[in-house]
């Protein structure tokens, strides 16, 4: 006897909501080659998944993407090809030349643009502050630099977190020690006659 038929759920046709903050005007004319024209973050670190959902929108933009470079450190696998919306797009990688948290996209006919790559499993916060600091028209760090900065950030916010309640303990025991709390039980003392106190 067979087991009855289950219907299995259509396949995911609909592309994740794609994460992307450019710097104003960012055009191609005016930064510095390398200088970063915003940051994408992608929801993996499938290639063949994620550029189909960034590089329409970035043609709508910039022109046509021909040409993607990255750096293979942090991608699961490196297609030559990924097929876009009416064209194809090249993939290039370089080991060293090429900083590891950057996307370099190329238009034959407009320029060139570098995107920082966000982590995936980065947090909601850190993230936002890197797409600010990304996007910022004032803005010259790396994108190396910009991570780094905030990893450091979220290492002292851990830190100061962690300290606090310490802190917080010392200075109550302190302040305590020195009379500063409501006791509460009275403290009895013995000077010549009997007397209760609440303080010192």
């Known amino acids: ?5 289950v219907a299995l759920p259509p396949p995911r ?6 994460r992307l ?11 510095p080659v390398g200088a970063l024209d915003g940051a994408w973050w992608p929801h993996s670190d499938d290639l063949l998944r994620e550029l189909p959902s960034l590089i329409p929108t970035l043609d709508r933009v910039w022109g046509r993407i021909t040409r993607v ?14 097929p876009v919306q009416g064209h194809v797009v090249k993939v290039g990688w370089f080991t060293t030349e090429q900083d590891p948290h950057k996307l370099l996209l190329l238009s034959y006919r407009t320029g060139r643009w570098d995107l920082l790559v966000i982590p995936p499993q980065t947090n909601q916060a850190a993230a ?7 996007g ?33 303990i010392s200075a109550e025991a302190a302040w305590e020690s020195e009379g500063g709390a409501a006791r509460s039980v009275p403290l009895i003392m013995s000077i010549g006659r009997i007397s209760v106190s609440s303080g010192r």
């Open 13 to 18: 046709t609909e592309s994740p909501v794609l």
């Open 136 to 168: 910022d028209p004032a803005g010259s760090s790396t994108a190396s630099g910009l991570l780094a900065a905030e990893r450091d950030r979220s290492v002292n916010d851990a830190t100061n977190a962690a300290d606090a309640p310490a802190r917080d």
């Open 69 to 82: 470079n990255v750096n293979p450190r942090h991608w699961e696998s490196l297609p030559r090809e990924v």
């Open 21 to 31: 903050a450019l710097r104003p005007a960012a055009g191609g004319g005016g930064l």
């Open 1 to 5: 006897m067979r087991p009855p038929s």
């Open 128 to 134: 936002a502050r890197l797409m600010a600091a990304a």
